[in-house]
């Protein structure tokens, strides 16, 4: 195995009348993508939100790592500057802007008088986009492109900032079959350029075709973790995730109809 990237130590994470984390450690490697999985409120989000920056490091218990060194982020733009990039399930781009504003956004090349260096926005956005493979005009704006290319302009501004660790929660969500497999293939590309992912999705089947290695959680805890090499139990993993054993994906209903009302 390769040096861990990143470390969680016994991570809790408490809101009032519930513990959503119970002491959460898992790790993620140098050229890995590593998925979590697990059903609604089982912590996934909130240990993202963690690793993001959005729950500052007074918020929570236990210990994070970035290479090697412990950090506890009073922010988002903390957690980006160390190294942690978050593409969220809902596009979150400026629709009325440029391709390369959006990436840029926040982060503009300046002239040696103060002003927005313009050749360079375009030089910088065009290097990020050759890199998650999309071919379109950084001047563009990204209101007219479809969801997939929105969804790699996402990623194109995170890379722009050099992350060490990019975390996607649900990217294909707003996909189509064929804009999922671009996306995966990007994903991979990726990794093999060095960026350490976790990759957060319901949909199994995109877990197993994409991912390294699988997490399991389920109320707040860690349950399992799962190699790619040692192939995966799509029905260990989902009683891992329920908590129950798996009788039928799709138990059958008898409806008990009414009266009429209407």
Known sequence: MSQAVLKVENVVKRFPGTVALKGVSCELYEKEILALVGENGAGKSTLMKILSGIYPGSEYEGKISLCGKECRFSGTAAAEEAGIAMIYQEINLELDLSVAENIVLGNYPKTRFGGIDWKKVNEEAGKVLEQVGLQVDPNQTVRNLNPSMQQLISIARALYRRPKVLI???????????????????????????????????????????????????????????????????????????????VSMYPERVPHIGEEIL
């Open 168 to 246: 996607l929660d649900e990217p294909t969500s707003v996909l189509t079959e064929n804009e999922t497999q671009n996306l995966m293939k990007t994903i991979c590309q990726l990794r093999d350029q060095g960026i350490a992912c976790i990759y957060i999705s319901h949909k199994l089947d995109e877990v197993f075709e994409l991912c390294d290695r699988i997490v399991v959680f389920r109320d707040g805890e860690k349950i399992n973790e799962y190699v790619k090499t040692e192939g995966y139990d799509s029905g260990k993993i989902i009683e891992d995730m329920i908590g129950r054993h798996l």
